[in-house]
């Protein structure tokens, strides 16, 4: 079964608003999740990886202040895509490890994000 | 760093037939290999993975075979059926700091015509 759930699975926003992406863990606790983002027929470009209780790292290239994270708690972690742009249109997935730190990844099942 | 790369980027094959689908990396550090399965609109899923200590690994109609020396992991389908049909991403593992980083293929699209 589903391993994590990802909310909303789509979305349109308009230029210069806000749009928040839960990512969920079930039935699991994650101290670590990752978030992907992909272009249309590309590849997956991590852009952070989010830490229970502590702060995002991010990839470089990647602005924090444009995509906040935040992992408050062992089940739940959230992306907010701030002051959105078209060029921030994409597919954003989640994922997580479960066991072993090299552990292969489980993704969600992501959210597409179009911004008008 | 570690640089993955995948072949074909597409690939079409008839109902029954086999399909493979290939990846070489440049870092022979990288220890563990994935192969996912991403169907449109949603999340990419495992489908098979082997570590480096094992040459090949089969499951059903799916099997991975590693080549340490070459540096090249390669996906076989066999018998494929239309619901085969996906985008197919490679991915090597490797230590990076305290953690791993997993190193994605640029991916295949797979079409399998009845």
């Known amino acids: 079964g589903a391993v994590v759930s990802q909310h909303p699975s789509w979305v349109i926003c308009k230029s210069g608003t806000s749009v928040k992406i839960e990512c969920r863990s079930l039935d699991f606790q994650a101290t670590t999740m990752f978030w992907y983002r992909q272009f249309p027929k590309q590849s997956l470009m991590l852009m952070a990886t989010?830490?229970?209780?502590?702060?995002?790292?991010?990839e470089q290239g990647v602005e924090k202040d444009k995509f906040l994270i935040n992992h408050a708690s062992l089940t739940l972690s959230t992306l907010t895509v701030t002051s959105a742009h078209p060029e921030d249109s994409s597919f954003y997935i989640c994922?997580?490890?479960?066991?072993?730190?090299?552990?292969?990844?489980?993704f969600g099942n992501g959210t597409r994000l179009t911004v008008t | 760093g570690e640089n993955v790369e995948q072949h074909p980027s597409t690939l079409s094959v008839q109902e029954g037939d086999s399909a493979v689908i290939k990846c070489t990396y440049s870092?022979?550090?990288?220890?563990?290999f994935h192969w996912y399965k991403q169907e449109l609109g949603k999340g990419p899923q495992l489908i098979i993975d082997?570590?480096?200590?094992?040459g090949e690994k089969k499951d059903q109609r799916i099997a991975v075979t590693l080549n340490k020396t070459a540096k090249h992991f390669s996906l076989h389908i066999t018998e494929t059926q239309p619901e085969d049909s996906a985008v197919y991403f490679c991915a090597a593992s490797i230590l990076q700091g305290s953690g791993y980083a997993l190193n994605f293929g640029k991916g295949t699209s797979l079409l399998v015509t009845p």
């Open positions: 994922s997580v490890r479960i066991g072993a730190i090299n552990s292969p990844l489980h």
């Open positions: 082997i570590r480096s200590n094992v």
């Open positions: 870092d022979s550090a990288s220890n563990y």
């Open positions: 989010s830490n229970e209780g502590s702060k995002a790292t991010y």
